[in-house]
Nanobody, 117 residues
Framework: QVQLVESGGGLVQAGGSLRLSCAAS????????MGWYRQAPGKQRDLVAL?????????DSVKGRFTISRDNAKNVKNTVYLQMNSLKPEDTAVYYC?????????WGRGTQVTVSS
């Protein structure tokens, strides 16, 4: 069974940086798309960044500040990263990773990111 585990969240001051990681256990290849989503209290879960094949997409609010990337080791392609720079208080949320493999969605349990002003 595939499980996703996020790490790297925490508390940071505005203007700081964090790097989130999400690793899948159980399967090491075959993920067609990997993405990061976030959900602030009282709000819906929104897409932050997505990587699929050689393409990336970002929410307008994070363009130029966040970068999504994935492992490209020969036989292990099961980790995605989100480098977050110039963090703002409005980036505070629980961040979730999502992998898609053969039309099946897998979600992590989330990691808290808190940006203080």
């Amino acid at each position: 069974q595939v499980q996703l585990v996020e790490s790297g969240g925490g508390l940071v001051q505005a203007g700081g940086s964090l790097r989130l990681s999400c690793a899948a256990s159980g399967i090491s290849y075959g993920f067609h798309a990997m993405g990061w989503y976030r959900q602030a209290p009282g709000k819906q879960r929104d897409l932050v960044a997505l990587i699929s094949g050689g393409s990336t997409n970002y929410a307008d609010s994070v363009k130029g500040r966040f970068t999504i990337s994935r492992d490209n080791a020969k036989n292990v392609k099961n980790t995605v990263y989100l480098q977050m720079n110039s963090l703002k208080p409005e980036d505070t949320a629980v961040y979730y990773c999502r992998f898609v493999r053969y039309a099946t969605d897998y979600w992590g349990r989330g990691t808290q990111v808190t940006v203080s002003s």
